[in-house]
């Protein structure tokens, strides 16, 4: 039974010790778990930063070929300035014919507008003329009708004779 104890014992301080390694391995696992979360964090951070990176370098990239391009497209566009500048030219004297023939157009305008006025006062001249001749037309006509009420009153008394 003494054998049983030390047994019972032993076996108890192995489940202890057992339990103590246990523990001990959990706080190592979370140990190492944390490391890995950081771990992971700081990769994640620096795939962040690798593809910043990247996105200047095709900036950069992009850049560098527009400025080659833009270096490149030089010496076609001192020939097309002067293309241009011709162009210009050009459309300057055309600018010039349509500015005088705009000023032709008015003086003509100018002209016709003081024929118009010339023919306005003409038009109100003779509507004011009609409009006399329609007043004495009005006044004669009244007369007329005055003039035949006393010749039918006239008529009329000498019938009564």
Do not use: P
């Not at 593809?51 to 095709?58: D, I, P, R, S």
């Amino acid at each position: 039974m003494d054998k049983i104890k030390e047994r019972l014992a032993s076996l108890r301080h192995e489940a202890d010790n057992a339990v103590a390694r246990a523990e001990e391995a959990e706080l190592k696992n979370k140990k190492f778990e944390q490391q890995l979360l950081e771990k992971d964090q700081e990769i994640t951070s620096l795939q962040h930063k690798l593809a910043v990176t990247e996105e200047q370098l095709e900036k950069s990239e992009a850049k560098i070929t527009d400025l080659k391009s833009a270096h490149e497209d030089g010496e076609a566009s001192k020939t097309q300035n002067e293309a241009l500048n011709r162009k210009i030219q050009l459309l300057e004297e055309e600018l010039d014919a349509a500015d005088k023939n705009l000023k032709e157009t008015m003086d003509k305008l100018r002209q016709v507008d003081v024929k118009a006025e010339h023919f306005e006062r003409q038009v109100t001249r003779l509507e004011q003329e009609r409009d006399q001749w329609e007043k004495k037309y009005e006044d004669a006509e009244a007369k007329y009708r005055e003039s035949k009420k006393e010749l039918d009153e006239l008529v009329a008394g000498m019938d009564g004779l």
